[in-house]
RNA sequence: GUCCCCAUCGUCUAGCCCGGUCUAGGACACCGCCCUUUCACGGCGGCAACACGAGUUCGAAUCUCGUUGGGGACGCCA
């Protein structure tokens, strides 16, 4: 049916990559590679007063993240303008569209006045009325013209790959404007223009756009081409069952990225909602999603964007993911939380790469590595409240962690199982379990009840930081039961 | 106000098109148990849904209609 598959993403820079719009490219990038198209990218910047160059930079950028390459453009639908004169002269001639007289104020007030009046408005054909004395009145006046598209009688109605079969009555619509008074156009009609112009084969977009569809199908019929295949996808929405909007969290792809969420994580995570293979897969890697990609699988209805899930699954492939390539995702975090400078990230690469180890199953976003294991970086940290009182309850545990000091101040070598039967042997010297001892160590050098496994964080700590951070919780110890006597 | 779309566990969904195999399957979250120095990971188990009402039929989550609920669109925005 198609020589090729040619899709496009067409985001407009009046803001930031939306999750949304990521889900869309995402959902357009798979079928264009899964049947071995092409994927194009169109900015859609016709309104002037809300396109930042900018803006689109951090499109680019978001696109790039994502791992979302494209085959064409971007274009610029600014820079397009002569083409779209040209087909709305073409309509002109066709006599499918007219010059509109009309002031947007006069409009504006009809508007009101019809939904004021609780009625449907659609416009009144008043310059299609026009006779030809009036026109070369307006014309010699200059005064500012729109163009309207003429909506014939009867009904329109397209195939929806997602959606089956759809159609509205034409005394539905209105004459909708196809160019404004300064000749740029509304955005259907470019639209409509573009995607003849790129030869695009599906236009796949959020459902949103159902009603513009009608719209468009009707410039199609009036120009008499052939119209692309139309795939509309359910909408993303927030918890509440809203819009995704920046009051109920992170909207632009960007926030995800920083805060730690990796990219084909959201690639994978993206492609699955509103959608899922036969078989029920969740955790696809892009291969996978490529191959076996579909608009037959997805569904009518909008789901609901689930935070958990994607935290979920971002775990899980951090802890798939290779330790190398964990590493180098891990520093800009580590960096941005003032742990580290970039000056000593080659030198401390394979300490790096262990404690990455310990912390790959316990974080489930890349900034929980400068997070939970804050304290191997920093000297400064604070004991837990709640973990002090459970378990610095006594002044024994000072002598008991004053004893471990003194037996392991005396190893040579300071590795973890060195370590830990030098712990062992302290707690059997003061004939208590092992247990309380370690859960005392650990608080005494973490600040916190809970953490990798003890003795792999007193390797990576060290000797000599180790004795320091012990007697440091010596004292804390000693004053703290002062204060109680 | 008008039009369009949608409806299975709290959430994402499988099943629906081609009625019986569905005492409705999986995943996230939650709860319990096991593993364990802790926290996690992992393993095992549990809780939990066909929105409602008619109709068609021997039989409906599956087909039809209605009700309710939710979403979207109605600009010289995109």
């Known amino acids: 049916m198609y020589n090729q598959v040619r899709v496009r993403i067409a985001p407009s820079p009046s803001g930031y990559l939306h999750v949304g719009t990521a889900r869309i490219a995402v959902c357009n990038w798979l079928f264009a590679r899964h049947n071995q198209g092409k994927f194009i990218l169109r900015i859609e910047d016709t309104d002037i007063t809300r396109s930042d160059p900018r803006m689109v930079e951090v499109i680019l950028e978001s696109l790039k993240w994502l791992g979302l390459d494209w085959d064409e453009g971007p274009y610029y639908q600014s820079q397009r303008m002569e083409l779209y004169k040209r087909y709305a002269q ?66 329109t109605s397209f195939y929806d790959i997602v959606y089956k079969d759809l159609k509205k009555e034409n005394k539905e619509l209105d004459d909708f404007v196809i160019l404004r008074s300064d000749f740029r156009p509304t955005y ?67 926030d995800y990225r920083d805060a730690g969420y990796l990219p084909e994580v959201m690639v994978n995570f993206l492609a699955i909602s509103g959608w899922s293979p036969k078989d029920e897969r969740e955790i696809m890697s892009r291969e996978e999603l490529v191959q076996s990609y579909s608009l037959e699988g997805v569904s009518q209805a909008n789901p609901i964007f689930d935070m958990q899930k994607l935290e979920w699954m971002n775990g899980e492939y951090i802890r798939a993911y290779d330790n190398e390539r964990l590493v180098d995702e891990v520093i800009p975090f580590l960096i941005r939380e003032n742990l580290m400078i970039p000056e000593t990230v080659k030198d401390t690469r394979g300490w790096l790469l262990k404690y990455v180890v310990l912390f790959k199953e316990r974080a489930k976003t890349l900034k929980e590595f400068a997070e939970k294991g804050k304290y191997l970086f920093a000297f400064d940290y604070q004991y837990d409240p709640k973990a002090v009182s459970k378990t610095f309850n006594s002044a024994e545990v000072a002598d008991r962690l004053g004893q471990f000091v003194e037996k392991i101040s ?29 859960h005392a160590v650990r608080l005494a050098t973490t600040g916190v009840a809970g953490g990798p496994p003890l003795f792999d964080i007193l390797e990576l700590l060290g000797k000599e930081e180790v004795e320091k951070r012990i007697k440091k919780a010596v004292e804390f110890i000693k004053a703290e039961r002062k204060g109680y006597s």
Not at 121 to 139: F, G, I, M, N, P
Not at 410 to 426: A, G, H, M
Request: hydrophobic letters at 40%; one cysteine or more; glycine letters at 2%.
């Open 90 to 155: 073409v309509l002109l001639e066709k006599n499918k569209a007219y010059y509109c007289y009309c002031t947007p104020e006069t409009l504006k007030r009809k508007r009101e006045e019809a939904a004021q009046k609780k009625i449907n408005w659609v416009y009144d054909r008043t310059c299609l009325k026009l006779s030809e004395q009036e026109k070369a009145e307006l014309e010699s006046k200059n005064t500012p013209k729109a163009m309207r598209i003429f909506i014939p009688e009867g009904e």
């Open 410 to 438: 005396v190893l040579d070598e300071f590795k973890k199982d060195k370590i830990e039967e030098t712990l062992r042997k302290t707690a059997d010297d003061l004939k208590i379990e092992p247990a309380p001892l370690i």
């Open 188 to 254: 259907n009609f470019a639209v409509v223009v573009d995607d003849l112009d790129m030869r695009i084969t599906h236009v796949i977009r959020g459902n949103d756009h159902l009603a513009n569809t009608f719209k468009q199908v009707l410039l199609y019929r009036a120009l008499d081409e052939m119209m692309p295949a139309f795939a509309h996808l359910p909408l993303n929405l927030a918890m509440d069952r809203q819009k995704i909007s920046k009051r109920k969290g992170a909207v632009a792809i960007t």
